[in-house]
T-cell receptor, first 114, second 112 residues
Framework: DTEVTQTPKHLVMGMTNKKSLKCEQH?????MYWYKQKAKKPPELMFV???????INESVPSRFSPECPNSSLLNLHLHALQPEDSALYLC?????????????FGPGTRLTVL | SQQGEEDPQALSIQEGENATMNCSYK?????LQWYRQNSGRGLVHLIL?????REKHSGRLRVTLDTSKKSSSLLITASRAADTASYFC????????????FGAGTRLAVHP
């Protein structure tokens, strides 16, 4: 199984809502990533988890809260978001973070904040 | 923040033609990767070239890397309509973490 799955595909939320994005992989990868991508822009790294521990936080606002419950799952908890947070949120995984290797991306969650 | 730029920003060609996209970056790198993204979907890894390599092939793809000029190019030969997508280069500066910084991307349209 070489697939990264993300749910939901689409999410519309108000600024006072709390929601979560989920990401799952069963490739035995030990590094997982969250990216944010605005329309017609490249993906921007938000967080890196390595062996279920947060290793990189790219100065992301605290209204985004990542969680890695186990080596296969990655969540992104959302609270009190702003309309400018509307974007495609991509999850990715790689074998590990210490060596040069490709990242496998999920299809993304398209988030709209009203 | 973006590591570098890609050109052209957009490229429109006919099926069967070759497509060349260029990527420039600013700092020294451990490796450079190319990804494809179909409209509004996830990215697909195409090829990885290490800093000590100059050229790499994979099927109809040819990637070159010139570390002295801090630039790379992706050539797609005999393009097909299915190659229509955005193409991004991504650099990894090494030091662990496999932290990729993506270029701005080239939007390729291949017309039947």
């Amino acid at each position: 199984d070489t697939e990264v799955t993300q749910t939901p595909k689409h999410l519309v939320m108000g600024m006072t809502n709390k929601k979560s994005l989920k990401c799952e992989q069963h490739m035995g990868h030990r590094a997982m990533y969250w990216y944010k991508q605005k329309a017609k822009k490249p993906p921007e790294l938000m967080f890196v988890y390595s062996y279920e521990k947060l290793s990189i936080n790219e100065s992301v606002p605290s209204r985004f809260s990542p969680e890695c419950p186990n080596s296969s799952l990655l969540n992104l908890h959302l609270h009190a978001l702003q309309p400018e947070d509307s974007a495609l949120y991509l999850c990715a995984s790689s074998q590990d973070e210490g060596r040069a290797n490709e990242q496998f991306f999920g299809p993304g969650t398209r988030l709209t904040v009203l | 923040s973006q590591q570098g730029e890609e050109d052209p920003q957009a490229l429109s060609i006919q099926e069967g033609e070759n497509a060349t996209m260029n990527c420039s970056y600013k700092t020294s790198i451990n490796n450079l990767q190319w990804y494809r993204q179909n409209s509004g979907r996830g990215l697909v890894h195409l090829i990885l070239i290490r800093s000590n390599e100059r050229e790499k092939h994979s099927g109809r793809l040819r990637v070159t890397l010139d570390t002295s000029k801090k630039s790379s190019s992706l050539l797609i030969t005999a393009s097909r309509a299915a190659d229509t997508a955005s193409y991004f280069c991504a650099t990894d500066r090494g030091g662990g973490y496999n932290k990729l910084i993506f270029g701005a991307g080239t939007r390729l349209a291949v017309h039947p």
